[in-house]
């Protein structure tokens, strides 16, 4: 049941009239369609009810078809389509964009049905404030978290005047936290919204490889609510039997049946298509895979998606993700036993079904793809095959996570140490009154252990040998200073979360993380895998409880918060559990 009222009769074709809009080939065709026959009934030797009855069954169809064109299947928001065939061309008095802070958090939280509710809900409540009789456009993309207003009569004041109100209510009344913008233009709202993010809540990062653990995300299934195959095609079959009734000469039957069928083939090459990359949506990937016999089947998933948006824009990930989906058709065609469906819930995940190929000969394609795609693109990408979705997305977290399969070996043999600065004691007090007072905003916990990870020694064989080398290494190092601002929420799997509190990269932080992966290789144990440029050194402040970890709001958060300390020494620690240290050795710098 639409929370807003569905397009009605010939409503989509009037609504295009008054609005004077440049209608594009998709939005021509799936008029023209309805529209021939409708003329077609008319001139068919019947009687004047007999048309009016076949004209009632039509209307039915095309506002079903409009309805599955249209709105997006979750929150029931105009979806990409509709702002593409109302607005093309159309001048724009002001626009918004609603973004909720970190969805996969919420789904991880409170549940997949839960967070479809509430984003169900408050596209209720914005639809009720911006209606489309207004000339208001609700819009929502697949897979987005975001959602925009295009209005052809409010200016970006009196947008913004309307949704302060439920931005401020949302801390009480709703699940989610979402900020938003207004502007002339899009990138005017991006802005703007990036800006309230920035103030009230800590930029939200994600990390595939943390100390002891790896972010591997439950695979979020498709709708179940969607409309069948059968339900879609059963006022088709209705509509061709009363023709079949009407025993019309053999030629006009075949020529009125063909029409009928001409126009349900349209209607469901639109419907089952995501808007903006071209691949099936998840309405198509319930009508084409429910039943089928796969013989293989494979999950693509975008890295950094939510990070990728703030840095390029969300115009140029945009870009990207079409680029990615062609390349994608190109090597795996329909013509070959292949389908490729883009997620209605995470817009950075593609799946690629085969009912010809073996699981072996999938992967073999798709490692070959991913070679020739490095670098290539905004974002990088991992990938994973299966029998099934849950068999491709365990495969395609374990080829993200391999490192983290020999973190645990390690780990539970006693042979992961870490390096770790940690502030003098004058310094101490000032870095844990910080993080007193952010857990007390965050209604999380301070923690009381506060150390810079400076990196990892892991499999380590000869204790005894490694630790001769880092004494002789610190005995060269003299004094430094680490300054310490912007807090960031940092989300991992199956933890609570937590809030890290960043350092800057100076010079001397980024040769000793270096000097001390090259100490680890040369003696053939691992290190941390990542390049010093994409390391993030910060200190842990605060952790997160678990059913709040999606709602910090503070209006200091847009400060930053810089402290410096002074590192003389470094500690080599051993990791004994899952979240438990034991201290190995200290080794004091040359003064």
Known sequence: MMYTKPLKGNTLETLVGALSLKMDNELKIFLQSFRELENLFQALPITEPQVQHLKVIL?????????????????????????KWFLSGQPLTGIAKIDIYDLRQANKVYGVSAVDLELHDLAHQVLAIFPLEQGDFLQRAAGSDEFRI???????????ALLTKP????????????????????????????????????????????????????????SNSAQSWDEFN?????????????????????????????????????????????????LGARWYIDHKNLQSLALTD?????????????????????????????????????????????????????????????ESRLRTVWEQDLRRGLLAWNFGTGINEDAAHADLYQNRVKESEILEVSMLSGQSTFIVLRPESEDYAGLFQLSEQTARVADGAPILDL????????????????????????????????????????????QPGRLWLLAEKNTALETMYNDLGAIARELGYESYPYKSQNWLPHVKIVDLPEDRSTRIKDPTFGIPRQTTFTVRRCEWTVQTGAEHWDLLHQFPFSE
Not at 74 to 82: F, G, K, V
Not at 179 to 208: C, H, S, W
Not at 470 to 482: G, I
């Open 59 to 83: 209307s039915g169809i095309q506002r079903n078809a409009q309805n599955l064109a249209l709105y997006d299947t979750i929150t029931h928001a105009l979806n990409a389509r509709a702002g």
């Open 150 to 160: 295009f209005s052809l009569r409010k200016t970006p004041q009196q947008i913004r």
């Open 167 to 222: 931005f401020v209510d949302q801390e009480t009344n709703s699940l989610l936290t979402w900020d938003f913008g207004v502007g002339l233009t899009e990138t005017e709202a991006e802005n703007e919204l990036q800006k309230q993010r920035r103030t009230y809540r800590p930029l939200v990062l994600r990390q595939t490889i943390l100390e002891s653990h790896a972010e591997i995300p439950a695979r979020i299934g498709q």
């Open 234 to 282: 059963e006022p088709y079959e209705r509509l061709l039997n009363e023709i079949y009734k009407l025993r019309l000469p053999a030629t006009l039957e075949q020529q009125t049946v063909e029409q009928v069928r001409i126009t349900r083939t349209i209607v469901e090459n639109i419907a089952t298509r995501d808007t903006l990359t071209g691949a099936f949506n998840g």
């Open 302 to 362: 975008m890295l950094n998606m939510h990070e990728g948006n703030t840095r390029y824009g969300g115009a140029a990930i945009d870009q990207d993700l079409k680029r990615f989906s062609n390349m994608l058709v190109k090597h795996f065609p329909k013509a070959e036993g292949f389908l490729l469906f883009r997620s209605e819930r995470a817009g950075d995940e593609f799946m690629i079904t085969s009912t010809k190929r073996t699981i072996p000969e999938l």
């Open 451 to 494: 150390h810079l990870t400076v990196q990892a020694i892991r499999n380590v064989h000869d204790f005894a040998a490694l630790q001769k080398r880092l004494e002789e290494y610190c005995r060269n190092l003299r004094p430094f200073e680490v300054t310490v601002r912007n807090i960031i929420r940092m989300n991992v799997n199956n």
